[in-house]
């Protein structure tokens, strides 16, 4: 299946009654086709199935071609095409990744590229030298990246890193930072609470961020 015929096959399927609300549930930021995740997983599949073997530059021009299209599904479906793509990755697709943080940003995008685009090209390297970069970046989805790429590491989490970025960006009163801390905390708790608990104490994180970190305990 080729790009062109993905997009008829999503225009097809257009619902403009379902993007108006899925539009709204995004505060308004994207246009939708409309098209519900399992039947937009049905539609791509054949795409990303046919696409995610070629060579790692042409999978990248697709996926960028995906993420300039108006419709949000379009991304949704690049990011997939992208990971079905991971085991032929090069410094290219993680250039690429990165880069992605900041065009169309939102959490619906910014969190699958940090846990599972981000997050596993890095897992294994100590101290990524672009994320110490960013818990330093004024831009807020480059903060969460930060906080959130080790998200799914469970023991092999570094977890010193987790709490000096936390640490850095607690003060950040953002939405989506604090959430994030505290969703991050949440996940670790799983693999050492005593840890968790000490740092939330010690750190003095409060509200949403602390909310969020003690949920299940």
Do not use: C
């Amino acid at each position: 299946m080729t790009i062109d015929e993905l997009k008829s096959a999503l225009d097809f399927h257009r619902d403009n009654d379902a993007a108006k609300a899925m539009a709204a549930y995004m505060k308004g930021h994207f246009e939708f086709f409309g098209i519900k995740q399992p039947v937009r997983k049905a539609l791509s599949a054949e795409f990303i199935k046919a696409n995610k073997k070629l060579e790692e530059k042409q999978v990248l021009r697709l996926a960028d071609q995906l993420w300039k299209m108006s419709e949000r599904e379009a991304q949704y479906i690049a990011m997939e095409l992208l990971y079905a793509a991971r085991k032929s990755r090069t410094e290219k697709s993680v250039t690429f990744y990165l880069d992605l943080v900041t065009r169309k940003s939102w959490w619906d995008t910014v969190d699958f590229i940090a846990t599972r685009l981000i997050g596993e090209s890095y897992q294994g390297e100590r101290r990524p030298r672009v994320m110490l970069k960013w818990v330093k970046s004024e831009n807020t989805w480059q903060n969460r990246t930060a906080i959130l790429f080790q998200l799914n590491y469970k023991d092999k989490t570094d977890k010193e890193l987790l709490f000096e970025t936390l640490t850095a960006l607690k003060h950040k009163k953002e939405f989506f930072i604090q959430k994030a801390i505290g969703w991050s905390l949440r996940q670790y708790y799983r693999t050492d609470p005593d840890a968790v608990n000490d740092f939330v104490e010690e750190s003095g994180i409060t509200g949403l961020a602390k909310r969020e970190a003690l949920k299940h305990t």
